[in-house]
RNA sequence: GGGCGGGUAGCUCAGUUGGGAGAGCAUCGGCCUUACAAGCCGAGGGUCACAGGUUCAAGCCCUGUUCCGCCUACCA
């Protein structure tokens, strides 16, 4: 394509639009389904009331990472996008919506409601996927689904009525989760716990027949309209001689018995328990285990019941404090001290969770709890970093049953119907229009619907188009890896394991990667009310898609939450840019009008120096960010990658090969340094291209020599020798012996303060044959980017009168400085640098001097440690011989 | 209460079988050298939280202490 002249700087925005249109366009995202190998991964659905935070661009960016470089290794990758119902945060929009046009949900009615909410969908519910698109998620979008459209309701039902054949699905009165707010019940795992400080209240409950009583304590006083009994301890030996008979409850009068149970402790409070099996999980199971009576004293909505006599109808909390000041008031309050305990909240609004007895649906889960437990034990799935696996058998080995139905309306209703005549329970996949037990044609369905994670469990498989069996199934599933944060480890992941395994007999992943979170750049947890929530797509707008997606992969190690600001972000543009004028500048030397002069195969060349060190270099991070990624190492590929770009190929290399490009070395060295900076550049715009695929795709599209998308070319082969690109150590080691000799001598600039304009002369002096060779040889490089007129290298060098000195290994650099050089300085440069030699150097002479380690330790590391020593001590040798003339040029003067 | 993770340069963090303490940003000094000032060259800076232990050798392994963060929990 057309390789005009690039802008000085790289401009994101229309790039970003132009090429994700064209992505889309050309079809670039799209799997097929019958072709192998395939490589697959479903996202996790965005709420479809979502907008696009933090946590969603790590998690899709790290999707879209994976997926382009499959693709680019030439797998079928399906990335199946698609958003999830999000039954309560989606109702309370639509509520609010309804609201402020003046009426409720029960005013419309169940069906005109959720035709509200479907049109609420059509018209602002897929904002999230267009953000999705702005990170340049690379989604087969054909195949988007939603948790509540016809197939995947077909699965929900399906899944539901053979549960409840299998006997796994019940319906039940429980004690269950309640928010007082969003009128449903709600899971174990949808309950924040949080630290309160609150009171233990000390209340007297009188014995019927004498003085006295039992002091109880709690931190819900207005409960004990519910009490049906108070427990202590058999073993308590304060209440071995308590009479048998019953209390009485202050404020109602009412009596209630006292039992024994050993649940109780002894230490705790007054060793005397109130039990209010209606509203108290504990209490409940230890009603039951008694045959206690319960009784509701708050209803759905908060208030008090009648049962609560003269306090009914107040709110719970406020019913809290009228009965305190009522104890106190009667004398049965005996104490009140401090308590900080835990309280439930409802994870969505956040209002104190109420536990309420109610009949409810759950779903007996240790059954599949302990398939899905084996299925990692046995290594199917592998979760990422390992870490996790302990936390996922913690609470798979410790569940409880899940309560799935949920008294709101939009959602996926329960596919199960009453008899009204004969009350008997019909659960199918299809409406029945008459009891099968008495034939009664009148029958009404079940109101409540199920949890939006009952729907999200099945994604893997549904979306797929499950039950039915279709090729996308047999061919993506299972799918290659789960990409998620931890946050829904539970209330996800260990789901569709259960699920999974028990619909399609298999995991429903291989791999899980677990990733971090997103925090501020103070390490909080970024949330509204804080008001530290960086906005992704403000972030974008600034510096660009590439740059940001680049910060998340370079931030991204694993097992550790990544801290975000904008000022990260822009360190990252600014990589982004130095590609673009890296790209710039190849361009600049291979244009249309001379690609026929390229090599394709790099062994037909001859190469100088530099060139065979950058493709050894190459040869390198190709291998490294393809283990990286294999590993999901993401920072550790994106590390890589920039420290290869900018501080090899575009700090040494560019440099290094500019004389070759400018002609300087003639038409052959002309066509090597062109042949490998294409080639180089090439393949570095294919590693990149996972991580910022935007401005990889631009400049790809301007290079002379690529057709057709950077999507569809190949991932650079790991294979060796392709095209000449080879390991090449030599190189290597003779590269770095150049380079370290230019820093020396801009060191002696840099320290010295010598203008950069001013030509300095070096002599190196080795007695390594090897060395002065080398230096001989690529002296050109070593004068261009010192800034020297006149190098010469031997292994005697007759010293400068007036001359500053480096020393590498195996040489020394004499830059003479008549006229130039300060004494003072070059000795105090000298004298830093000998302390830091003999610092080192001691250390490892301590080593050596120790017998146990020349024994002991193997004897590749003694040796390491005794050529180190050679080298010190003949660096020290030089530094001091130098140091100690140059003090006696300067005591002579 | 139980569990997990973390404490490494001023800041943010790498450090993968124990064997020379690193990067980016920030700071300081010098440069508009024709790809890039969103740049180039150079420099300074760390008792690897603390105390023990294992080892020839510990940032890394073990024990304890301490601080921070998170998850989890049916002692009201």
């Known amino acids: 394509m057309s390789s005009d002249l690039l802008n000085k700087a790289y401009e994101p925005h229309d790039v970003e639009k132009r090429w994700y249109d064209f992505w889309e366009k050309e079809k670039l995202f799209e799997a097929f389904e019958k072709t192998k190998p395939s490589y697959s991964i479903v996202i996790p659905p965005p709420n479809v009331t979502g907008v696009l935070h933090m946590g969603h661009a790590l998690n899709i960016t790290m999707q879209d990472i994976l997926c382009r470089y499959r693709r680019l290794c030439g797998d079928n990758v399906l990335w199946m996008p698609g958003t999830d119902h999000a039954g309560i945060a989606t109702q309370n929009i639509v509520e609010k919506m309804l609201q402020s046009k003046g009426f409720s949900r029960e005013q419309l009615g169940r069906e005109k409601f959720i035709e509200a909410v479907w049109e609420w969908r059509k018209e602002s519910g897929g904002a999230i996927i267009n953000q999705l698109k702005r990170l340049g998620a690379s989604c087969d979008w054909d195949r988007e689904r939603f948790t509540m459209d016809e197939g995947l309701s077909r699965a929900v039902r399906k899944v539901f009525v053979q549960l409840y054949e299998e006997g796994l699905i019940y319906k039940d009165n429980y004690i269950i989760n309640w928010c007082p707010r969003c009128g449903t019940a709600i899971s174990d795992l949808e309950v924040e716990h949080e630290e309160i400080k609150g009171s233990l209240y000390h209340i007297l409950y009188p014995f019927q027949k004498k003085s006295g009583g039992l002091v109880v304590a709690t931190t819900r006083p207005e409960t004990m309209f519910g009490d049906t009994a108070v427990a202590i301890n058999p073993d308590d030996e304060r209440y071995t001689n308590i009479p048998s008979a019953d209390v009485i409850l202050p404020l109602t009068g009412r009596h209630i018995p006292v039992i024994r149970d050993t649940y109780v402790g002894i230490s705790f409070g007054t060793g005397a328990l109130k039990i209010t099996p209606a509203h108290d999980p504990n209490d409940f199971v230890i009603g039951s285990r008694h045959n206690l009576p319960s009784i509701k004293v708050i209803d759905d909505n908060g208030l008090m019941t009648s049962e609560a006599g003269r306090f009914a109808g107040m709110d719970r909390f406020e019913c809290r404090e009228a009965v305190i000041k009522a104890l106190v008031d009667e004398g049965f309050m005996k104490k009140i001290e401090p308590y900080t305990h835990a309280v439930g909240h409802c994870y969505r609004c956040k209002t104190v969770v ?7 649906w759950f779903v007996k889960i240790k059954p599949m709890a302990e398939k899905a437990i084996s299925a990692v034990r046995l290594g199917e799935t592998r979760i990422i ?40 329970v019909i659960v199918a996949n299809d409406t029945p229009l008459k009891c099968p037990e008495c034939d009664h044609d009148s029958l009404t369905q079940e109101t409540d ?46 789901r569709m394991m259960m699920m999974g395994i028990h619909f399609r007999k298999e995991v429903p992943f291989k791999d899980v990667y677990v990733h971090a979170l997103v925090r501020d750049e103070n390490g909080k947890k970024m949330s509204k009310s804080k008001g530290n929530v960086i906005d992704p797509l403000t972030v974008i707008e600034e510096y660009g898609t590439d740059a940001f997606r680049f910060t998340l992969a370079a931030f991204a190690a694993q097992g550790r939450d990544i801290k975000m600001s904008e000022k990260r972000v822009e360190g990252y543009r600014h990589f982004i840019n130095k590609i673009w004028n890296a790209s710039r500048f190849v361009m600049m030397h291979i244009k249309d009008s001379s690609f026929d002069k390229i090599e394709f195969n790099l062994k037909n060349l001859s190469l100088s120096l530099p060139d065979r060190w950058i493709i050894s270099r190459l040869k390198k991070v190709i291998h490294d960010v393809a283990v990286s990624l294999d590993e999901y190492r993401f920072n550790d590929a994106a590390g890589g990658l920039y420290k290869f770009v900018w501080h090899e190929f575009c700090d040494w290399y560019l440099e290094a090969v500019k004389p070759a490009l400018y002609g300087k070395q003639g038409e052959e060295q002309l066509t090597a340094a062109m042949s490998v900076l294409w080639r180089v550049l090439h393949d570095t715009l294919l590693l990149l291209h996972p991580f910022i695929p935007f401005v990889t795709e631009e400049l790809w599209h301007r290079l002379p020599g690529t057709s057709g998308s950077i999507m569809a070319a190949s991932f650079p082969s790991k294979g060796s020798d392709d095209y000449g690109i080879v390991n090449d150590s030599e190189s290597e080691s003779k590269m770095n012996l150049i380079t ?56 005697f060098v007759e010293r400068p009168s007036t001359s500053a000195t480096s020393v590498v290994k195996g040489a020394t650099i004499f830059v003479p400085l008549d006229g130039v050089v300060d004494f003072k ?64 040029i300067h005591d002579d003067k």
């Open 740 to 795: 370290e000799i230019i820093t020396g001598i801009r060191n002696i600039r840099g320290e010295m303060n010598i203008a950069p304009s001013l030509s300095l002369s070096a002599m190196v002096q080795s007695v390594e044959q090897d060395i002065v060779d080398t230096v001989n040889s690529y002296g050109d490089i070593i004068i261009d980017l010192a800034g020297l007129k006149t190098l010469s290298a031997s292994d």
């Open 825 to 888: 300085k070059e000795i105090g440069r000298l004298e830093k640098e000998l302390n830091k030699q003999t610092k080192e150097l001691i250390t490892v002479v301590k080593k050596l001097g120790n017998d146990d380690f020349l024994t002991k330790a193997p004897p590749h590391i003694v040796d390491k440690v005794r050529e180190k020593e050679q080298v010190l001590r003949e660096k020290q040798d030089k530094l001091e011989k130098n140091l100690y003339r140059i003090k006696g």
């Open 449 to 494: 619907v199920l949890d939006t994670w009952f729907s999200s469990a099945l994604w893997p498989f549904s979306t797929m188009g499950w039950p039915d069996e279709t090729d996308l199934l047999h061919n993506f599933y299972p799918t290659s890896v789960l990409v998620t944060g931890f946050d829904i480890l539970f209330f996800w992941v260990a």
């Open 385 to 424: 970093p390992d870490v996790w696996t302990k936390t996922y058998f913690d609470w798979m080995e410790n569940i409880k049953d899940w309560c799935i139905s949920r008294q709101i309306w939009w959602g996926h209703q329960i596919p199960a119907w009453t008899c009204d005549k004969c009350s008997h």
């Open 354 to 360: 109420e536990p309420n007895l109610s009949k409810q």
